[in-house]
């Protein structure tokens, strides 16, 4: 696969990614390295993903890590009520040695997403959600299993992979992963978008949407994300559910009044709520979300939700 | 293949000049990489090297310094070229000015050309100087020339040069550009401006947050490394009926230390302490209890914790009488050596926030050689970027005394306190 491809690829999947990204992607692929990628949450980590399991159609398979989160929840579990079952109906069998052979079968494993996404007869996009919520031990169990394709199960062995997953680590900055980690993945940052890709976000997931409220609300949360008041910064999703929730509403602006009523799809605290009252009605860094170009200081001849160049001419 | 080669590994190693643990692995990646890629393309070359080098966004950072450094384009190269014309033109001509400058007897001085170099870096003021100087001691030069001013020229040339090499050795400068939080994150707490503060503090909240997890991980992921349950794992065997599946473990009870902070909040020292307390505090499991005092001339005790407001801290130093003083640390270490109850003792680590810099430095050392030996641990967090300690005389004298850590940035601060988690 070339860069061209990966790009039409990433197109046809509605992924709005500039060429930096793609050519970290191809990186990744190539060098069949796993991707970690670094950035706040909400930026799309976990999107890169999903698209990249679409681009290349492959299967998902998601590993949620957790603060606890060990090999059995991860890679194997033995079915111990089988097994049990299993050996109280061979209870009189001859040869002990052959039955408990027997009971660490295939048969009686319980494949958990890391050692489902090694043994799958097509290659998988495995996406490890998450990666700095897990506990160090956890991270440093990965490490065979991310540089080698392989996972030692004490019963069965060395159990090395059928299909070569494409890897994606996720992590929210929490805690630092390991150096030993860092040092086996391809890196990705990613930061949240600027207005101009946000609108493309917005027009390729929601492709009905009025284009002026578009720029309109990713005017808006460009200026929530710059403010140092709001603790709990937008994610992307947030953007796309305020604008759906607008223009589920009939609202074809974004006026101080419209934001007030919709604002939580967006901030999910009360004190991001009372911060982002200024901000919103143009106290904030890019001043009134009208969503045209020209410089707002407040002193540009317009009261906000009333800007002349921003509204149409039926006066609304 | 081999002159790519031979440039990757250049690379590669300039990066490892800049602090990237960069390996044979990363250098052969961008080997296979590159062989498969637009080579005329440079950003594409960039992202695809970056990702294969840089595994953080401070690596990213240094790797982008590094990329520019390295790979320069043809029109920068072309630019680069004239301006290093340019420049030796100019250089060659303020040379020529320099040696009519600095003449002795009538005769041109015999300086280094490095030291050349430095006087004409010099700044007016500090050349008017020199050149006083010269003119006191006319009378005098005739007769030992070298003896005479040779000190006094290279004493203001090397602390010239050592400036400029604390500006260079500023990795905020370069940062600054790229991501202002990480710029604040590495610049010197003693450069903040007051605008940085709030997002300075927006900062501290965030790692500590980050440590606040660490230490709720550190605890709870200990895993089994106590001794076996018997009780609970046979009780839990009777759910698979008798066997042994599930092991249990008695977790062993953390003792968590007492801590002791002793923090200088004479004037220079205010603002680190005031963010030191920031994490120090929020950092709610680092200790079961704590003390804290601040001191100048003076000392008082303070309770950190009851001071939630951390603009409270500032309004209750400045109310106190504390701050403007002087820095009497022998004074206050004697404090707390005397009071009763004893602060200090064998299960108690005792902080102490200070950049050294007190009267009567004899006292100081002995009182923190008493405090040492009542004291479990004592560890000292140093506002004063570690390049200066040589420079400084109690640095090293306390320094030899205790175990010191560099804390001039909010990176270094932050490292500080998980070594305190350890």
Redesign the interface.
């Known amino acids: 696969m070339?860069?061209a491809t990966l790009r039409a690829k990433l197109d046809e999947a509605r992924y709005i990614c500039d060429?930096?990204l793609v050519?970290?992607l191809?990186?990744?692929l190539?060098?069949g390295?796993p991707l970690?990628i670094?950035g706040a949450a909400g930026v799309g980590k976990t999107e890169v993903a999903k698209v990249m399991a679409a681009a290349l159609d492959r299967e998902l398979v998601r590993l949620q890590c957790y603060?606890?989160l060990d090999e059995s929840k991860a890679l194997y579990e033995w079915n111990?009520q089988k097994q049990?079952l299993s050996i109280q109906v061979q209870m009189n069998r001859q040869d002990p040695d052959a039955l408990t052979q027997s009971l660490f079968g295939d048969e009686y494993l319980l494949e958990r997403p890391l050692l489902q996404s090694i043994r799958a007869e097509r290659p998988v996009v495995l996406l490890i959600d998450e990666i700095d919520k897990s506990?160090?031990?956890f991270e440093a169990f990965l490490l065979e299993l991310l540089s080698e394709m392989q996972v030692s199960i004490p019963e069965v062995g060395v159990v090395r992979a059928r299909s070569i997953p494409f890897v994606v680590l996720t992590s929210n900055?929490?805690?630092p992963l390991s150096?030993a980690l860092?040092?086996r993945?391809?890196?990705?940052?990613l930061q949240y978008p600027d207005v101009e890709k946000e609108v493309s976000i917005i027009r390729a997931k929601l492709p009905n949407v009025n284009e002026h409220l578009a720029v309109q609300v990713a005017r808006a949360v460009h200026g929530l994300r710059a403010s140092?008041a709001i603790l709990k910064k937008p994610s992307i999703a947030e953007t796309l559910d305020w604008v759906s929730a607008l223009e589920a509403l009939g609202m074809r602006d974004l006026t101080p009044e419209s934001a007030r009523q919709t604002i939580g799809f967006v901030l999910k605290s009360s004190e991001d709520m009372e911060a982002a009252g200024p901000v919103l009605s143009g106290g904030g860094e890019d001043g009134c979300s009208c969503g045209h170009g020209h410089d707002h200081d407040h002193e540009h001849g317009h009261e906000h939700g009333h800007c002349g160049r921003c509204h149409s001419g039926d006066g609304t | 293949m081999s002159v790519y080669l031979e440039k990757l590994a250049e690379f590669s190693s300039l990066l490892r000049q800049e602090g990237l643990?960069v390996?044979l692995?990363?250098t052969a990646?961008a080997c296979?990489?590159l062989s498969?890629?637009?080579l005329t393309d440079r950003?594409?070359v960039?992202?695809?090297l970056?990702?294969?080098y840089?595994?953080?966004?401070e690596?990213?950072a240094a790797f982008q310094r590094a990329f520019d450094g390295f790979f320069v384009s043809a029109e920068r190269r072309d630019a680069l070229r004239r301006q290093h014309e340019a420049e030796a033109r100019e250089l060659a001509r303020r040379r020529e000015e320099a040696q009519r400058e600095l003449q002795v007897n009538g005769q041109p001085m015999e300086l280094r050309e490095d030291l050349e170099e430095v006087y004409i870096r010099m700044g007016q003021e500090k050349r008017e100087q020199l050149h006083q100087m010269l003119e006191r001691t006319r009378g005098t030069m005739g007769r030992s020339p070298d003896k005479l001013y040779g000190n006094f020229i290279r004493s203001v040339f090397m602390r010239f040069l050592l400036e400029q090499q604390m500006v260079m050795e500023d990795a905020a400068v370069d940062c600054e550009e790229t991501d202002p939080d990480l710029a604040l994150l590495y610049r010197d707490i003693s450069l903040f401006k007051d605008a940085d503060v709030?997002?300075a503090a927006?900062l501290i909240a965030a790692i500590s947050?980050?440590l606040d997890?660490?230490l709720?991980?550190q605890r709870?992921?200990r895993?089994h490394s106590g001794t076996l349950d018997f009780k609970r794992t046979i009780r839990r065997g009777l759910e698979?009926?008798g066997?042994f599946?599930r092991l249990s473990y008695r977790r062993k009870r953390r003792r968590r230390r007492r801590l002791v902070l002793l923090c200088d909040v004479s004037g220079s020292m205010l603002q680190f302490s005031e963010f030191a307390l920031r994490f120090i505090k929020s950092m709610s499991e680092v200790a079961e209890s704590s003390a804290a005092f601040l001191f100048s001339e003076q000392v008082r005790p303070v309770d950190p914790f009851a001071l939630q407001n951390m603009d409270a801290f500032r309004d209750y130093v400045r109310s106190s009488g504390l701050y403007g003083r002087g820095t009497d640390l022998g004074a206050a270490l004697e404090a707390l050596c005397t009071r009763r109850p004893a602060p200090l003792g064998p299960s108690v680590t005792l902080l102490i926030l200070s950049d050294t810099k007190t009267i009567d430095l004899p006292r100081a050392a002995r009182t923190l050689l008493e405090a040492r030996r009542q004291a479990g641990k004592v560890l000292w967090l140093n506002p004063i970027p570690a390049r200066k300690w040589p420079y400084v005389r109690s640095i090293q004298t306390m320094a030899s005394l205790c175990q010191m850590v560099p804390c001039s940035t909010l990176d270094e601060l932050a490292r500080a306190c998980r070594k305190l988690m350890k």
Not at chain 1, 185 to 189: H, K, P, Q, V
Not at chain 2, 54 to 57: D, G, M, N, P, T
């Open positions: 070339d860069m060429d930096s050519t970290t191809l990186v990744a190539k060098l390295r970690l670094e603060e606890g111990y049990l506990d160090e031990e900055r929490t805690r150096e860092r040092r993945c391809a890196y990705l940052y140092d | 643990a390996g692995q990363e990646d296979e990489i498969c890629l637009d950003e594409t960039r992202s695809a970056s990702a294969v840089a595994k953080s966004r690596e990213q709030p997002r927006a947050r980050q997890a660490e709720s991980r709870q992921g895993g698979t009926g066997a599946y």
